[in-house]
């Protein structure tokens, strides 16, 4: 599985910004994976940010950014989508897509690194105060 992000950049608080994930490869079916994004702050670790299940019904955010992002797939473009609005300082990072095959549930909303086989390469998000 290829994943590759974009639409990282530079963004004042308050504002709005959205970063997809393309997802390829040679036998891979979208619709067998749940996704996910996390991000990496200079000097921290990785931290969960946003999951979807495979069928896409399910979501789960962790407290930090629920209410202000939203995830979501394009099944037809097998493109993951994160749209983050008021965005605060503490919200930069490296955002980093993520996927899992899932075959024991199409509703299971993954949560940890350990969880995820594959991942992209990241992109930077840079919200300025």
């Known amino acids: 599985v290829q994943l590759v992000e974009s639409g990282g950049g530079l963004v004042q608080a308050g504002g709005s910004l959205r970063v997809s994930c393309a997802a390829s490869?040679?036998?891979?079916?979208?619709?067998?994976?749940?996704m996910g994004w996390f991000r990496q702050a200079p000097g921290k670790e990785r931290e969960f940010v946003a999951s979807i299940s495979r069928n896409g019904r399910s979501t789960f955010y962790p407290d930090s950014v629920k209410g202000r992002f939203t995830i979501s797939r394009d099944t037809a473009k097998n493109t993951l989508h994160l749209q983050m609005n008021s965005l605060k300082p503490d919200d930069t990072g490296v955002y980093y897509c993520a996927a899992t095959m899932v075959t024991f549930s199409s509703d299971f909303t993954p949560t940890r690194e350990a969880d995820f086989g594959s991942w992209g390469q990241g992109t930077q998000v840079t919200v300025s105060s």
């Open positions: 490869g040679r036998t891979f079916s979208f619709n067998m994976y749940a």
